[in-house]
């Protein structure tokens, strides 16, 4: 008797688990449903307007513009070519979840990269009394294999945040491009700068000879041809 009860009870108790975690998964798969409605109605909301501030962009570039104001507005242009993919890339998130996001390979001019970097993160240097300076050499004068817009995305993570936390002084990013086996290159980023991130990451190299008290960043890109 007390045999059948206990089974009963180890029943009952499977039962309840079951069915709550069939719960779970349908409320957390309602959440997602909801996720992902919202950033399709979000998409339009978001990019209507952005895709109206990059056509009026280009219209003024078709104008009588001094060189002083072509430069500003190619930093805005670019500036705003990289807001729309970071939007896309975030509208796609399930793809982002669900580790199918695809880096892609293509043609670009590193040193067209480096100076819109250079004039864009030059002009929140200014604004803070900062001098921002880039360390290249003959080497980075070539065209790459790559995926131009990730490049962009990290180098400006990185010279955000040495903007962000450094209240005077100098920012460096120094580039360079080297060759390896296989007509693999590879661009060995440093960025420094004599604020706060420096400081933390010379704690850093405290603790593990691994890590330097600079920023770096080793990135694998194929030679164009």
Known sequence: MQQAQALELAVTERTREAEEAAQARAQAEAANDAKSSFLASMSHEIR??????LGMM????STALTNEQRDLLEVMKEAGYVLRTVVNDILDLSKIEAGQLELSNAAFYLPNVLKSLKQHFGLSASAKGLTLLFDTDASCERWLFGDEFRLRQVFGNLLSNAVKFTAHGTILLKARVRQEAGGVYCLDVLVEDTGLGRTLLHGMASLSLSHKPIQRLPIALGAAA
């Open 48 to 53: 209507t307007p952005l895709h109206g501030v």
């Open 58 to 61: 280009s219209a003024l570039d």
